[in-house]
């Protein structure tokens, strides 16, 4: 089982153009989440997935959006980069006890 | 909602010396509480977790957490800690009846010969 895995490992974009995250999981976990992380801030929720079909805002949902393709796949989206978006970001599913798996993250750069 | 503090930001410990990183969570409902350990351009992953039951807890890498709810406390110890343990270590909670989890800002400890 490969777990969580995301997609790229790094990117470096220029403001105002796009791209989209992919993140699968093989854990049959309902639940999926998107993350951003930023020195002395911890992990903050972006967006997340209670099950497939759903999608709900996290702490900071703006510039960005998200899609479940299907019970294994919840890409993230910006659509107009900007340089306060230079994170780290980090896909994770969630069992019903919300213990929560993580991949190992998309470095992005926003120049 | 549900909030976390992690009381220390950095913890310099030297090898075999014992390390307690502490955490406080505010919830006004039942919750379940996480350590999560995150080495250098690596993910989280999981250490241990408290969901009901015996207040210690114990998890991997010989680590071991107690839940105080009177204190709303959840402070992670490891009584000999070695070089490898060197990481970022985050506590986390989440309503029992939630789907989310808020995490602390982190606790970098670092381990000296």
């Known amino acids: 089982n490969a777990g969580v895995t995301q997609t790229p490992k790094f990117q470096v974009l220029k403001t105002g153009q796009s791209m989209t995250l992919q993140c699968a999981q093989d854990?049959?976990?309902?639940?999926m989440y998107w993350y951003r992380q930023d020195p002395g801030m911890g992990l903050r929720l972006i967006y997340y997935?209670?099950?497939?079909?759903?999608?709900d805002k996290g702490e900071v949902p703006n510039g960005y959006n998200v899609s479940r393709l299907n019970k294994r796949e919840f890409s993230l989206r910006l659509e107009s980069a900007a340089p306060s978006q230079t994170s780290v970001y980090f896909c994770?599913?969630?069992?019903?006890?919300?213990?929560?798996?993580f991949g190992p993250g998309t470095r992005l750069t926003v120049l | 909602a549900q909030s976390v503090t992690q009381l220390d930001s950095q913890v310099p410990v030297f090898e075999e010396a014992p390390v307690e990183l502490r955490c406080n969570y505010s919830?006004?409902?039942?919750?379940?509480l996480f350590w999560y350990v995150q080495y250098p351009n690596q993910g989280l992953q999981l250490l241990l977790k408290?969901?009901?039951?015996?207040?210690l807890v114990k998890g991997i890498n010989g680590f071991e957490a107690e839940f105080n709810k009177s204190q709303t406390s959840f402070h992670l110890r490891k009584p000999s800690v070695h070089i490898s343990d060197t990481a970022e270590y985050f506590c986390?909670?989440?309503?029992?009846?939630?789907?989310?989890?808020?995490f602390g800002a982190g606790t970098t400890v670092t381990v000296r010969a």
């Open positions: 997935s209670a099950s497939e079909g759903t999608t």
């Open positions: 919830s006004s409902v039942s919750v379940y």
């Open positions: 854990m049959n976990h309902n639940s």
């Open positions: 408290y969901l009901s039951g015996s207040t």
């Open positions: 986390a909670v989440s309503a029992r009846n939630d789907y989310k989890l808020s």
């Open positions: 994770a599913g969630g069992t019903s006890w919300n213990e929560q798996f």
